[in-house]
């Protein structure tokens, strides 16, 4: 299971990809901007970067969904 120290480092490393994750405590409470709502003690650190990187991902789509709905 996580802890506090894996969770920074988790943080920091997304950062390094300019996605930046909100915490308060061990709660993921924000993925660049949008609410989250996860228990970091509930995962393992590569449970939890796959999360992350799932609701990027959905971010993504939603995202060229509303671009191509423009046009």
Known sequence: MLNEEKL???VETFAKYNIEIQ???MQIVGINGQ???FDG???M???LIEM???VMAN???HETWKYEQKK
């Open 59 to 61: 971010q993504l789509i």
């Open 41 to 43: 003690t509930t995962f």
């Open 8 to 10: 920074r480092v988790i």
């Open 45 to 47: 650190q590569d449970q």
């Open 23 to 25: 915490t308060a405590g």
């Open 35 to 37: 609410s989250a709502d």
């Open 52 to 54: 992350i990187c799932k």
